[in-house]
């Protein structure tokens, strides 16, 4: 293949590790208690102190895991949207998988008493669904007869449903008692809040099946990313596989949010810097738009739980930085 | 018997299809053009045949098999196409783009095969584009990018090769470096071509034969000297023409023309 890009391709994936493995030392050594690294590492080699343990493998890691895990989800959905849509604005955010998955948890916190021990393996669940359900919305109202689906208006759609769905729910959150609300609230604003071993366990799964699946359609991608009909002159099977992949891209982006709350712009922002480092040839991004967006939300929410000693969330910090990168990318499309 | 034919065909919904009752043989390994004025159908003839928009009734056949039956990767193998104005080609090099038209070939994680990497250098070859098959395709001109999308429908290794307004947006020498180049595709390689093109000097100067189209339905069909007569220039562009002979290649051409006066 293109062996320029195929070498830059190594070479950032492998500093992007790098890059990753520091990150994820500075986190563990960040937050409202200080863990000097030599402490880290005895920590590591079993000869911590009971506190430091605790910290690091009950607080930190999973948090930490939780956090990089959902930010290769988004990322890769973001991927996946802008590839079908053929948009460089596509996020799962901005189309309203946020949005389905948030009301779809309020509901469920809010109207259905559930073990605390269930709780973290149900919420992706429930949040896919919601997200599954917005997509199914969206697909619908987005679809005309005797036509091709039109991607922007996917998108256009999309915008509207969130909003609709946003204003829904403050009607639910509005009639709530208020320890509750606050939860919600809290999820709203992307604080990383499902920070146990169970919710790692409980996202794993998801990324395991359609993080593969997604890499095994890297070619089709490249392929419905063209015109529709260079597509399907080149003999693929189109709404097939826009379903499938959409399905793939709403799972990825409804379980990964269920647990970390509505964080927007790692799927939009991951995506399009991988594309400018090595194309958007997909088997070459994709995997440094999973890196970029686990390494983006890791460095999120490390500041947000460093920086004050309240905790911003992930999802406030992340905004920060991507509203104005979507604004320049807005700009840009403009010209 | 030709590979390629339409029996009575219809397209689009509703009273007025586009297309009504269409009965055309496509010539093996010749050059036919379609031509029309705006809203004649030419386009949407050119992808029902290619199955980028489904038909109402009727049939288009290829090999003795209806297109709508044929799983369309196999038809990936044996029919290319081009559309008009293809977009999709950002933050892709020449190279990355031309190996895309071996997909109708590639398992599911899209190897290339050493025969897929033979075509692939053949194809960036005879569209003359290998010079800078690893440059972005986004900083090429309009013409030379226009040679990259022929080159991937040539990369698909098809005998039939559809190719929708091929020259739009391009000027008169790039125009003519396209045409010249499916001519030489047809001459040497036997490839058979369908076009639609605007220009009737460009499609008397390239075509073996040329099917005219109007409302929907067939005006004529033929050889250039048959269809670039007053009268049938009449009857499809509504023009008066004024008919002459290229000096250069003794084709047809309309040297000039009016609009008709008075009938209509």
């Known amino acids: 293949m293109n062996k320029q890009r195929l070498k830059r391709q190594r070479w950032l994936l492998t500093f992007l590790t790098l890059l990753l493995l520091i990150t994820i030392l500075a986190a563990i050594n960040a937050g409202t208690v200080n863990i000097p690294l030599n402490r880290v590492i005895q920590t590591f080699l079993n000869n911590g102190s009971f506190n430091d343990q605790f910290i690091i493998f009950e607080l930190r890691l999973p948090r930490i895991f939780i956090t990089m895990l959902a930010g290769m989800g988004l990322s890769l959905s973001g991927a ?9 604005l596509a996020d799962p955010g901005l189309i309203g998988i946020n949005a389905g998955a948030g009301v779809a948890i309020s509901i469920l916190f809010l109207f259905i008493p559930l073990e605390p021990g269930l709780f973290s393996y149900v919420i992706p669940l429930v949040g896919m669904l919601g997200g599954i359900s917005t997509a199914i919305l969206i697909y619908f109202f987005s679809y005309e007869r005797h036509r091709p689906l039109k991607p922007l208006r996917l998108i256009l759609t999309g915008v509207g449903v969130s909003t609709a769905l946003s204003g829904f729910m403050v009607v639910i959150i509005s009639s709530a008692e208020r320890e509750k609300v606050d939860f919600i609230a809290k999820w709203l604003a992307g604080n990383i809040w499902g920070t146990d071993w169970p919710f790692v366990y409980a996202l794993l799964p998801w990324l395991v099946v359609f993080v593969p699946l997604t890499f095994i359609k890297a070619q089709k991608l490249n392929i419905l990313h063209l015109s529709e009909g260079v597509a399907v002159g080149l003999g693929i099977r189109i709404q097939q596989e826009r379903l499938l992949l959409l399905f793939s891209a709403v799972a990825l982006a409804a379980s990964s949010v269920a647990v970390t709350g509505g964080i927007s712009f790692i799927g939009l922002m991951a995506p399009h810097i991988a594309k400018r480092l090595v ?26 739980r460093s920086l004050i000693a309240t905790i911003i969330p992930a999802g406030i910090i992340v905004s920060v930085i991507g509203a104005p990168y979507f604004i320049y990318l807005l700009m840009r499309e403009v010209d | 018997m030709a590979r390629l034919y339409t029996d009575q065909l219809a397209v689009g919904y509703g009273a007025s299809p586009i297309v009504k009752d269409l009965t055309l ?10 031509i029309g004025a705006n809203g004649s159908g030419k386009s949407t003839l050119l992808k029902a045949m290619t199955r980028l928009i489904p038909y109402t009734s009727g049939h288009v056949c290829l090999d003795g098999q209806a297109i709508q039956t044929e799983p369309t990767k196999k038809l990936a193998q044996k029919m290319a196409i081009l559309p008009q104005a293809p977009e999709g080609s950002e933050g892709l090099t020449v190279y990355e783009l031309v190996s895309y038209g071996r997909f109708p070939y590639q398992s599911a994680l899209g190897r290339l095969s050493p025969h897929d990497y033979d075509v692939v250098n053949w194809a960036l070859d005879v569209t003359q584009v290998s010079a800078f098959k690893d440059r972005a395709i986004d900083s090429l001109s309009g013409g030379q990018r226009q040679r990259v999308w022929i080159a991937m429908a040539l990369a698909q290794e098809t005998d039939i090769i559809f190719l929708d307004e091929p020259t739009t947006y391009l000027d008169m020498a790039h125009q003519l470096e396209v045409l010249t180049l499916l001519e030489k595709l047809n001459q040497e390689e036997g490839r058979t071509i369908i076009m639609v093109l605007h220009d009737i000097n460009q499609a008397a100067r390239f075509s073996d034969y040329i099917v005219a189209l109007k409302d929907g339905v067939i005006t ?7 269809i670039l007569t007053k009268d049938v220039l009449k009857a499809v562009f509504h023009i008066d023409a004024v008919i002459g002979k290229d000096p250069t290649n003794n084709k047809p051409m309309c040297l000039t023309y009016n609009l008709l006066k008075g009938d209509n």
Not at chain 1, 280 to 304: C, E, K, N, S, Y
Not at chain 2, 25 to 34: E, G, L
């Open chain 2, 25 to 34: 043989t496509i010539p093996d390994k010749q050059v036919t053009t379609i």
């Open chain 1, 279 to 304: 194309g958007q040839r997909h088997q070459l991004f994709l995997p440094l738009a999973m890196l970029i967006g686990a390494w983006l939300l890791l460095v999120a929410d490390t500041i947000g």
């Open chain 1, 80 to 88: 996946i949207l802008q590839s079908l849509t053929r948009n460089d």
């Open chain 2, 220 to 226: 004529k069909t033929g050889t250039p000297e048959d």
